[in-house]
């Protein structure tokens, strides 16, 4: 039996060494987060917070929801592609997330977590303290599979990427007047870098060495947001963008300090605020007809429950929008992100 175990993990191992030099450029993919790189963690989880019915993804490569907030691929998708990869990271709460399939790493972002692990629990979303321990129990699943050493490899070589924030402000903070009278804007982005400290200094302690974390969107461009506190004017709310720009600076200070105080670490920030930004308020020119409306339900609240196939209006050609829902891109613009960022991202890779 030792003999067999040792011989499989030996063959696993070979295997996953010739896939990634077949075109793959990582061993494997980690991703952490919120909405924007949920691909169905939510799905077996007790909230509204979900997306795992039409029209969600029925420009999915399936033509099936699978609890990705949009229309198609996310942009942890596309990273994916980027990377050579040939299929994605699965939802580690999903039942496809066993065996070989573990290999290639896990996505473990819940929709409507953040930085902040009350707005997660407000939601009865997956905080990311959370999603830490999920990781810390992939290792162990992985160990089981390939052994230590080889698990190590895998989990070392890896990239990693995060994306939170945005449901801590505009599903917690702004709508909470009792945390508003609490806590300043700065405060409270203080609590949340905090936090993020606290994650990626977790990471850092169980191996993980190139990690990839996303600023806040222009939030105040999202059709949900123009809505909610745009006072009736259908542009991008500056005063919401003016706190994102805000707090980017700080995620971009923050993470200097990280790299420079641990040892080898490759902490690479991704700015998704001005790719979105641009599409948000000049489409056109990047091939987009419609920057200001959701493309589900034509609206702009529509999402999750709210972005259902009972709904009037859908649009047909969600590639013509910038927005899927009120809040989440469609798949052409996270395919344009990509594109835009993976420049920034070389170092990751390098």
């Known amino acids: 039996m030792r003999l067999s175990r040792s011989f499989l993990a030996s063959f696993l191992l070979l295997f996953l060494g010739l896939f990634v030099a077949d ?11 919120d909405s924007f790189f949920d691909v169905g963690n939510n799905n077996n989880l007790v909230t509204l917070i979900k997306a795992n019915f039409p029209p969600y993804g029925r420009d999915f490569v399936t033509k099936q929801p699978t609890g990705r907030f949009c229309n198609g691929k996310l942009a942890a998708d596309f990273t994916a592609e980027s990377l050579g990869f040939t299929s994605y990271p699965q939802a580690y709460l999903s039942i496809e997330a066993s065996g070989n399939n573990l290999l290639m790493g896990a996505n473990f972002a819940s929709a409507a977590s953040g930085y902040f692990d009350a707005t997660a629990d407000l939601y009865h979303a997956i905080s990311l303290s959370q999603q830490l321990e999920y990781y810390r129990e992939y290792r162990r699943r992985v160990v089981e599979i390939v052994g230590r050493s080889n698990a190590s490899r895998i989990t070392s070589g ?16 702004y709508v909470d007047p009792l945390l508003q009278s609490t ?55 500056e005063r919401l963008n003016n706190d994102a720009v805000s707090f980017n600076k700080k995620l971009n200070a923050t993470s ?28 056109t020119p990047n091939g987009f007809f419609e920057a200001k409306r959701a493309c589900c339900v034509s609206g702009v ?9 009972y709904s009037l209006g859908t649009c047909v050609n969600a590639s013509d929008y910038v927005f899927w829902d009120g809040f989440h891109p469609s798949e052409a613009a996270n395919n344009f992100i990509v594109r835009t960022l993976i420049p920034s991202g070389v170092q990751l890779i390098s």
């Not at 075109?23 to 987060?33: D, S």
């Not at 890896?158 to 903070?173: C, R, T, V």
């Not at 200097?256 to 489409?283: A, E, G, H, M, W």
């Open 158 to 173: 890896a990239i990693y990427f995060l994306s939170a924030g945005n449901s801590d402000f505009l599903q917690n903070y």
């Open 23 to 33: 075109g793959q450029r990582v061993p494997a993919l980690f991703i952490f987060g």
């Open 256 to 283: 200097k300090r990280l790299q420079n105080r641990l040892s080898s670490l490759i902490l690479v920030v991704i700015d998704i605020y001005q790719p979105l930004f641009n599409l948000s308020t000049n489409p």
């Open 183 to 237: 806590y300043s804007f700065d405060h409270f982005s203080d609590i949340l870098l905090h936090s993020y400290t606290n994650f990626i200094r977790g990471l850092y302690a169980l191996g993980a060495r190139r990690i990839g974390v996303t600023t806040l969107p222009p939030m105040g461009c999202l059709p949900a947001a123009m809505t909610l506190y745009g006072l009736g004017v259908n542009e991008c709310v």
């Open 301 to 309: 609240l529509a999402t999750a429950m709210l972005c259902n196939s």
